[in-house]
């Protein structure tokens, strides 16, 4: 009974023109679109530029400075540093004429403007010090003529910096905009998501009816066909990627398999959140449809499929909508497959996917199990 | 006596303040063709719903097959096929694979799977269309394939609800030789319908329905023995005068006459040779007769007898 329902819903699915057109022809569509748009603006010229930054020491810190002056030296240095106070470095953020302040004081902290390339590289840069600084400290207590081997050696681990994120990810800051398309492919999986309630639910359709006067048990049906949708809505995932990645020849870096596995996981977020519209949402198929689109698109536009900026600027000003909101997570997951070296932030992206997903469904099953019709 | 195949027992159902069932009571047995009678909004379909537990109703309990039924009476739910008023197959699968999907909902082997289904489709005369999708299929085709979706588990029960709504007179025909070749081979069938022409075809018992409640059961005949009507004798002549229209509203039996259009209607009730009477007293005042009918009374007659109005409304 299992594979016999999974079979003919994974069938009548796939013979679902509207379907197929709004997760696989429209946005391979709009995935062409893109690409000519954007074509002109391919950033694949780019050249590294030293990174302007101020240096604020509020206390000394002379093996800081020592690497600060070690990067910011040469033909192609990491930053152009400048050692100024407070107020100056503040002064020349705000006009926009360095990307970054580094305090120096008992730690070593970092203020940015955005979040761009550069900002993102400054941090890197942070971050690595801070890892390094007590073995470097300590190993300077014990032999101060240590010092400038060590500090030679980590400025020169300073400068690959610079040339990881161009060596790690595509140079096409647009790439952005086919996430986007993703996690709309994804989310718009939440209409064939709607089928779990609406073929089997007997006030939904006259086919839900007809299933529910047979021996099939609701729960082995409404398993067979969530996992029906499960594999409907990768297929349209793993279709649309691959347009991207071998037709329109879209850099995905060189991670294109876990690109595949964020996709999919995230159409079976898509999947479970329509489930969970479905069942909250009472009406006509029409209607929950409506809702599913409504959300699923909202949600795009938030992650900024339509308008780029929106996304910064939810960033800065409601954090917690872009944490929410499964569309920016699924683009932030790709993003970071593509700008990290490691694989931590990608993966805590993956589980908060997980967690959603775990969430709609449970949602789904709480509000159609058992269900009695007062009226059909 | 016959093995009771359902049994309702005071159902009721309300729907906020409208009662549409009212303590409903009714038994079927086994092999019967059971017809559920009466105009649209009466509670024929609200009584296959409940029956099928895809309702839930107030009151009352409800049998099959001497077992409780409930919606995870599965055991009960595997020898019943359901045809729906409205057609419930999938736009996008063939012919043959909503038969194959529908009949593998009940029976899990294969093979035995593989000859229902073509048992089926050669039952509804669907071979030749068994690669067309159900939008290629005319309304009558559609119709049958509804039925075969119903009834290709080989069901003791079939429940059909008014299955021949919008169907042309060809395929109607069809779908009722279908139901009587069924219960033929053994199933017992309810069928609903406000169609009483379909429902004396085809029924061996029948319950007029009417505001959620049973109004009367019983054979055709049954039922018609009912009523005070049981023959109603038509006469076309060019004129009739007065003391002749009189003379035979005095015959025995006789208890309404009318003449209009140049048509005499007398309804009896009861009696012999009412016919022979009437036509003599025609006769000895010289009538020039015309074409001369008789008829037996309706479930027409009888709804109209019991309720005071048709069973179905005039425009249908």
Known sequence: ?376 | MADTVIKIDSLVKRYGELIALDHLSLEIKQGEVFGLLGPNGSGKTTTINCLLSLLSYDKGTIQIFGKDMSPTAYDIKRDIGVIMQNVAVYDELTVQENIDYFCGLYITDKEQKAQYVEDAIKFVGLEDFRKFRPKKLSGGLLRRLNIACGIAHKPKLIILDEPTVAVDPQSRNKILEGIEELNRNGATIIYTSHYMEEVEQICTRIAIMDKGKKIAEGTKEELTAMIKNTETIKVTLHELPDEVLSEISALPHVYSTDFAEERLTVSCSGGKHNLIRVLEVLQNHDMHIGRVTTEQPTLNDVFLEITGKALRDKEE
């Open chain 1, 1 to 376: 009974m299992f594979f016999n329902e999974l079979k003919y819903f994974i069938l009548s699915t796939l013979r679902e023109k509207k379907l197929i057109f709004w997760l696989i022809l429209f946005p391979m569509f709009m995935g062409t679109m893109f690409k000519l748009a954007f074509n002109g603006l391919s950033e694949k010229e780019f050249s590294f530029k030293a990174i302007p930054t101020a240096v604020v020491e509020i206390k000394e810190n002379s093996i800081f400075h020592e690497v600060v002056n070690s990067v910011s030296e040469g033909d192609n240095p990491l930053l152009k540093a400048s050692f100024t106070d407070k107020d100056e470095a503040e002064k020349q953020l705000n006009e926009g004429d360095i990307e970054g302040i580094i305090f120096v004081d008992d730690t070593i902290s970092l203020k940015v403007a955005g979040s761009d390339m550069e900002e993102t590289i400054l941090k890197a840069f942070t971050d690595r010090y801070l890892t390094q600084e007590k073995l470097m400290t300590e190993a300077a207590k014990k032999d101060p003529s240590n010092i400038p081997a060590m500090t030679k050696a980590m400025s020169e681990e300073m400068n690959v910096l610079k040339e990881e994120p161009i060596e790690t990810s595509s140079n096409d800051r647009y790439i952005t905009y086919f996430y986007n398309l993703l996690a709309m492919v994804a989310l718009c999986s939440s209409v064939t998501g709607l089928s779990i309630v609406t073929a089997n639910q007997a006030d939904q359709s006259p086919l839900g009816a007809r299933k529910c006067c047979s021996p099939t048990p609701k729960l082995i049906s409404t398993l067979a066909i969530m996992l029906g949708c499960w594999a409907v809505s990768a297929v349209c995932m793993v279709t649309t990627v691959s347009f991207m990645a071998f037709v329109l020849k879209i850099e995905f870096g060189s991670r294109l398999p876990l690109v595949y596995a964020g996709g999919i996981l995230g159409s079976i977020t898509g999947t479970s959140m329509g489930y969970m519209i479905a069942s909250l949402v009472g009406g006509s198929t029409e209607k929950k449809n409506a809702v599913a689109m409504t959300v699923s698109l909202s949600g795009n536009f938030l992650s900024g499929l339509m308008v780029g900026d929106i996304k910064p600027l939810i960033m800065e000003k409601m954090p917690l909508l872009n944490e929410l909101n499964p569309s920016a997570v699924i683009c932030d997951s790709l993003f970071y497959l593509n700008i990290d070296k490691g694989y931590d932030r990608f993966i805590g992206k993956m589980l908060t996917l997980l967690a959603m997903t775990a969430i709609f469904t449970a949602i789904g099953f709480i509000f159609t199990r058992r269900k009695k019709y007062a009226s059909i």
